[in-house]
């Protein structure tokens, strides 16, 4: 049975009213990612990527800054002294993702938004850097990215119909394997199964998800959304035949592509964030449930969109490590599979939409 839409546009007015007021743009929202685009701008990007490939792997260097800007409180509740929406993490994280950052406020925001759905208290003052792990299909091994320089490592685990939060201390239970030549700015630390049940909760693994779906999709959009913004630059000053190249339907047909994929994901992503943000009912966390899906998906499939484009449109200078291209591009394929490859994210959001009431989306 199908159900009334959580937001009317009365026609007289135009005036939106309900939950998804916060899916238009507003000042303050716009402030907020011109800060960040800012701050991370100048600490960290592409250069300071390609320099982490010296080093073993990333020792969350810079993450005091971050911290201390208050980024990492964003988008946590009042009482956990946390300060705006999931709207706003959502904002910010998608300008970390385009300035490729290197340090764990993506896994942090993970960790913290899972315990958050738990009830689990976060303490946000105390700035220690967190992660989500994931388990493999065999149960034995867990991986979390950002995970080497995390100070707790949470687990969801399905527990009948419900799922329980499990605890890894890196301190004593450390990676067995760190991986970073892929991506050294966010290497991917694997860990034995194991830890200590802290939380429980009556929702599904899918349900508790949701939100770290949601964030992920912002980073990736923000991946996305600066590989595009390269290959247009490129494109609109390299020349063949005394013309630029971003003239020839080949190179704009492809970007222009890539814009709408991210236009795409982003309003999946901006609309799954209000929902979880404004869920009461049972039927609105399916909601927020079946759009988080749908949005990493979409995210994910654009950032590998838009970094394949990003090399393609700079040619052989593309395969080139002083090039840009190959840092989007490893960070796309790094991050995506994380949480369910696009495929799967559209196929779990079709069994569970499939499985309860019919929505209108």
């Avoid at 449930?289 to 090399?311: I, Q």
């Amino acid at each position: 049975m199908s159900h009334s839409a959580p937001a009317r546009i009365q026609p007289e007015s135009g005036e939106i009213l309900g939950r998804w007021q916060d899916l238009m743009p507003s000042q303050e929202r716009a402030e907020l990612s011109a800060s960040a685009s800012r701050h991370f701008g100048e600490r960290f990007g592409p250069d300071v990527l390609r320099a982490a490939f010296d080093v073993a792997a990333s020792d969350g260097s810079g993450w005091g800054s971050v911290v201390s800007h208050g980024y990492a409180a964003i988008g946590m509740p009042e009482e956990f002294g946390g300060i705006g929406s999931l709207v706003d993490l959502v904002a910010v994280l998608e300008e970390s993702g385009r300035a490729l950052l290197s340090v764990p406020l993506l896994a942090t925001t993970l960790a913290w938004q899972t315990r958050v759905a738990f009830g689990s208290r976060v303490d946000v003052e105390s700035g220690k850097a967190e992660a989500l792990g994931v388990v493999d299909v065999s149960g034995t091994t867990i991986a979390a990215l950002d995970g080497n320089v995390a100070d707790r490592v949470v687990v969801v685990r399905p527990c009948g119909t419900g799922a329980e939060l499990h605890q890894i201390d890196p301190s004593q239970s450390p990676p067995h394997t760190v991986y970073d030549q892929t991506d050294p700015g966010r290497p991917l630390a694997v860990f034995a199964a194991g830890g200590t049940v802290i939380a429980t909760s009556d929702r599904s693994v899918d349900q508790v998800l949701a939100p770290a779906r949601v964030l992920l999709a912002a980073d990736l959009i923000g991946v996305a959304v600066g590989a595009l913004d390269r290959s247009i630059s490129h494109a609109l000053v390299r020349q063949q035949f005394a013309r630029p190249i971003g003239e020839f339907q080949a190179i704009k047909h492809r970007l222009a592509d890539v814009y709408v994929g991210i236009e795409r994901a982003r309003s999946l992503t901006r609309a799954a964030a209000v929902a979880i943000g404004a869920a009461e009912t049972a039927t609105e966390v399916d909601d927020g449930t079946v759009l988080s899906l749908l949005a990493k998906a979409a995210a994910g499939e654009v950032a590998l969109d838009a970094t394949a484009a990003f090399v393609q449109v700079l040619g052989a200078m593309g395969l080139t490590f002083e090039a840009d291209a190959h840092l989007f591009f490893r960070r796309a394929q790094q991050s995506v599979p994380f949480l369910g490859s696009p495929a799967v994210g559209y196929a779990r959001a079709a069994t569970l939409t499939a499985a309860g009431s019919k929505h209108e989306y």
